[in-house]
């Protein structure tokens, strides 16, 4: 039996309405594979498929509550059988903090069907007490916002000294339409257009030409710096509030030649900060 606790591996549980799904939808965004309430008796047969890579899952997170009828028996045996340690998080809040959260949510308590909301909260808590024990990492949640709760998951569980932000730079041209997905949208049309140019219309924002005429014009250099300095000063802001992905759009007219000579810079700018870029030329090939 491995008794080494698997950082790939983890399992979310504790009260109702402290914030399970808040954190299996970050853990989902960090590139877990999240099972919601997946019966207890079937975890040991999905990480056996997993260790034997039957499924193509890198990294696997399991939210598992008292909604199951048999999750307090089933559970603490299972978590013992287990060929790999998952890391146990346990969340929980006061009785204040959950009473109003469900009053607020208007759902029922799953513990207080014919008792008040109160006497379920603390029903609860008494029968998940001994779980509470076995957890690796207890959160409180009682007065976090959304935000604060993902960033002590990402500096308490996932061990991140700094959020991780996903920026995925997309070329475009207007007239395909901007990007649906678009968190940042950056107009080119006013640079030198190298459509106008014979021997560049055919090339595209990848070739050497068509780059050193867009980048050689002060209206691109002056433009740039501050493109840069503007992307620069958001991305903590988006970290701080808990985005795990910020798509930026750069459009030109066609999407052929100056969304895509800017949309490189802005990438090799942004590498060069150590920020983890993806960039995707939509319509250079329209």
Request: proline fraction near 4%.
């Amino acid at each position: 039996m491995n008794n080494h606790k698997n950082d790939n591996f983890i399992v979310v549980t504790g009260l109702s309405g402290s914030g399970k799904t808040v954190v299996s939808r970050f853990l989902e965004d960090m590139g877990y594979y999240c099972v919601d309430n997946l019966p207890a008796k079937l975890i040991p047969e999905l990480v056996d498929l997993w260790l034997k890579k039957k499924v193509e899952i890198d990294r696997m997170a399991l939210v598992v509550d008292i909604r199951e009828p048999n999750f307090l028996t089933d559970f603490p045996e299972v978590l013992k059988r287990l060929k790999v340690k998952p890391k146990l998080i346990f969340l929980e809040a006061s009785d204040e903090a959950l009473v109003k959260r469900f009053s607020e949510s208007r759902r029922p308590h799953p513990l207080a069907k014919k008792k008040s909301i109160l006497e379920g909260v603390r029903l609860e808590r008494k029968k998940l007490a001994k779980i509470k024990d076995m957890a690796d990492e207890v959160i409180d949640t009682t007065g976090l916002t959304i935000s604060q709760l993902k960033e002590l998951v990402a500096r308490r569980v996932l061990k991140e000294k700094q959020r991780r932000l996903q920026v995925n730079v997309v070329s475009f041209g207007y007239k395909h339409g901007i990007p649906l997905d678009s968190d940042l949208v950056f107009d080119t049309r006013f640079l030198p257009n190298p459509f106008y140019v014979d021997e560049l219309r055919g090339l595209d924002g990848k070739s050497k030409k068509v780059r050193e005429f867009v980048l050689n014009s002060e209206e691109t250099v002056e433009y740039l710096n501050n493109l840069f300095k503007f992307v620069d000063s958001l991305i903590p802001s988006f970290i701080k509030e808990g985005k795990s992905t910020l798509t930026i759009s750069i459009g030109c007219t066609g999407g052929k030649h100056r969304s895509v000579v800017i949309a490189e810079a802005l990438k090799n700018h942004l590498r060069q900060k150590m920020v983890d870029v993806k960039i995707i030329h939509r319509d250079i090939y329209k």
